[in-house]
């Protein structure tokens, strides 16, 4: 089976408050995705079933340590997933607002690539 590229969708993600890394990376998939339709995985791929699909991740983020990859990849709904977590995105210096839980004046940016590959013979 060779791997082909299907399609690559890009994102951004912000966590205004709580300097929650996993929250912007997860906003940055999620906006990846969010105006796709993928009918070439079923029309063109001939696909029969879409966690055929396989889909790997990229998103540099501050902080990517503390990013809980469990929870960036469920925001893809199908798919054979894997996450590649790597340094990047960027800190703007907003306004701590303590009802929000802020732990500093820090909002933190996220960038993702969304690529789905199919295998075919």
């Not at 399609?7 to 997860?26: L, Y």
């Not at 396989?54 to 503390?66: H, K, L, R």
Request: charged share 20%; glycine share 8%; aromatic share 4%.
């Amino acid at each position: 089976m060779t791997r082909k590229r299907l399609i690559i969708e890009m994102g951004m993600g912000v966590d205004q408050h709580g300097q929650e890394p996993t929250v912007a990376a997860s906003r940055a998939v999620r906006n990846a995705i969010a105006h796709n339709a993928l009918p070439g995985v079923w029309e063109v791929a001939g696909l029969s079933d879409p966690n055929q699909m396989i889909v790997e991740v990229q998103v540099a983020v501050p902080y990517p340590e503390q990013v809980r990859q469990e929870e960036v990849l469920a925001m893809l709904p199908f798919g054979r997933k894997s996450l590649t977590v790597q340094s990047g995105g960027m800190v703007v210096q907003g306004r701590a607002i303590p009802e929000l839980n802020d732990k500093n004046d820090e909002m933190l940016i996220a960038v993702a690539a969304v690529t789905v590959f199919v295998e075919t013979e």
